[in-house]
């Protein structure tokens, strides 16, 4: 039997294939790289944060968020009010926003004509791509003067009774910036809930239709509760943007270090102190280090909230699953 | 058969979407505290004409009817009849057992009680044990009753799903191939519980196995592209069936 030599294209084919298996390599080793750098970020990034606000929590200690003077001259710094404006107008944005972005959801996964679902749940869906900064020239410009010269005088004529709503009537406020938070979120809260609507099966709408049920009946015993897991998902996710909005919150909330009773008084945020100081603030000095203290409250509060609502998020489909 | 006995009737019933007909002047009648079986291959429409009986086909949007379906004597299409309140007569399973996944076992089989009416804690109580033993389920689940019912097995799933159906006590109840997602065992359970339920209600049953339509059912329809073949005794049916089609399905030439 002749020896044949080995053809030609099997030869080419070994190379390339010793080729392929290197780019499989490196294409894996990039992967692995892109995969650990996230984590490694957040840490440098906490390690930065920690460092830079050492001086700061080495003079103030945990006082840092029970003290309410901030005075860069004097160098002294607490965060009470800062903490207590960011919880507070995210907390107001959420009570606001849930309601109506879950009203929303449900009309347009279960009531609306068909034709109209997905144009309205775009046009909403693009509320979420407008620049924050926008939102804070339309708050001041537009929103503001309508408040002040008619929603806000009408809360202090019929609730005026709740602290809450006594007081002068200043433009920039908690409640201005609360409402414009409302807006702002919405968007998010919304079209997750919707999506999260969307995937609920449609056996379940049946079987609640079939055990002669309404369509509100259908949505409360089968179709909301089935969903109710990713629900808080989304409302989550709504709190998450809430805290962390800057500039719009910055332009709206009047920038005034004071924890004060009354929604129609102007207040302070974290995010909005950081954009508003760090400038003006030395590099190295105590003022520098109490701004990065602030931020790194901000960055515990906001993975706290996460961690709580993924640990919710755990226990309900656990319990569900069951 | 006597108007008396004749529970629930269709006459020259259409279902469409949209311009598709899925089923094509269906006239048929359904005799009190019988089984009916409907047979016939994938998409003959026999699914769309028990959709129609209990108003959910009109649940799909760009569905419509045209024809009567009566129910004792009343045509269920009418403007003044709710098809809410329809659907508490005729009560309904699904192929796939659909559970409220949130809900516990007790709790699933209130679910219809408590959308009708406001009822007492132990009359509420009764009537689940009442009907998760109808079901066959009460033994295996009386001691785990506030467990999620997703815990059971497909086949409890199924039977939870009846007892669901059941407790608001409908006349009517329609079976979508209610065993077509379960194992032998689970199958058998169902089909012996048909056979109990009859003296209560009027069965109307879709499968695709024609071993089952024999075993439980008192009459068939035969349905093919969306007409109504042949309708007739089961027994018959089987025996000597009248068109060339039935026969040629019965005996597995196609389907």
């Known amino acids: ?322 | 058969m006597s108007d008396a006995t004749v529970h629930l009737r269709t006459d020259q019933l259409s279902a469409m979407y949209g311009k598709f007909s899925a089923i094509k002047n269906v006239t048929l009648e359904f005799p009190v505290n019988k089984v009916h079986a409907l047979i016939g291959p994938s998409g003959c429409g026999k699914s769309t004409f028990l959709r129609t009986l209990n108003r959910l086909h009109e649940m799909t949007p760009g569905a419509w009817i045209t024809g009567t379906v009566e129910l004792d004597g009343q045509d269920v299409y009418a403007p003044a009849v709710s098809p809410i309140k329809l659907r508490r007569r005729v009560g309904m399973v699904f192929q796939k057992p659909t559970p409220f996944p949130t809900m516990s076992i007790f709790d699933n089989v209130a679910a219809g009680l408590r959308i009708h009416r406001k009822l007492p804690r132990t009359e509420l109580a009764e009537i689940v044990e009442r009907s998760l033993q109808r079901a066959a389920l009460w033994d295996e689940v009386k001691d785990r009753l506030k467990t999620s019912a997703t815990a059971l097995s497909g086949g409890q799933q199924q039977r939870l799903c009846l007892a669901r159906t059941i407790a608001p006590e409908p006349e009517v109840i329609l079976l979508d191939e209610p065993t077509a997602s379960l194992d032998p065992q689970g199958t058998q359970r169902i089909e012996e519980l048909m056979h109990e339920l009859k003296t209560d209600f009027t069965i109307v049953i879709v499968t695709h196995n024609m071993q089952q339509a024999a075993r439980v059912s008192d009459t068939t329809s035969f349905f093919y592209l969306g007409d109504m073949v042949e309708h007739g005794p089961t027994k018959a049916m089987f025996t000597r069936p009248k068109e060339p089609q039935t026969e040629a399905y019965i005996t597995g030439r196609f389907g």
Do not use: C
């Not at chain 1, 070994?14 to 780019?23: C, H, I, N, Q």
């Open chain 1, 1 to 322: 039997m002749p020896t044949t030599p080995p053809p030609d294209d099997v030869a080419t084919s070994d190379a390339s294939l010793a080729l392929s298996a290197w780019g499989d390599r490196i294409f894996k080793g990039l992967l692995v790289a892109s995969a650990l750098a996230a984590p490694a970020l957040l840490v440098a990034l906490l390690w930065q944060l920690l460092s830079g606000a050492a001086p700061a929590i080495g003079a103030f200690g945990f006082s840092f968020i029970t003290d309410s003077i901030w005075d860069p001259v004097a160098e002294k710094f607490g965060a009470l009010p800062l903490v207590f404006g960011t919880l507070l107008t995210s907390f107001l944005a959420l009570l606001l926003a849930v309601p109506l972005s879950l009203g929303v959801a449900i009309y347009l996964t279960e009531f609306a004509p068909e034709r109209i679902r997905q144009p309205i749940a775009m046009v909403i869906e693009l509320l979420a791509a407008i620049p924050s900064v926008v939102y804070g020239l339309w708050g001041i410009f537009v929103m503001i003067p309508i408040l002040q010269s008619s929603v806000y005088p009408f809360l202090e004529a019929n609730f005026g009774w709740l602290p809450i709503f006594q007081g002068p009537i200043y433009g920039p406020s908690v409640l201005s910036a609360s409402l414009i938070l409302t807006i702002m979120v919405m968007p998010f809260i919304m079209s997750v809930a919707r999506e999260v609507l969307l995937a609920v099966p449609a056996g379940q709408r049946e079987a609640a239709t079939a055990l002669g049920a309404t369509r509100w009946e259908a949505v409360t015993t089968a179709i909301v509760p089935y969903a109710k897991s990713g629900i808080v998902g989304a409302i989550i996710l709504g709190l998450g943007r809430a805290l962390g909005e800057t500039m719009a919150v910055t332009m709206l909330i009047g920038n005034r270090h004071d924890i004060a009773a009354s929604l129609f008084a102007p207040g302070y945020s974290m995010a909005a102190v950081i954009a508003n100081e760090f400038a003006e603030a030395g590099l190295g000095t105590l003022h520098a280090s109490a701004l990065t203290y602030v931020a790194l409250i901000l960055f515990a509060v906001t993975v706290l909230v996460n961690a709580a609502a993924r640990l919710m998020i755990w226990r309900m489909n656990r319990g569900a699953g069951k």
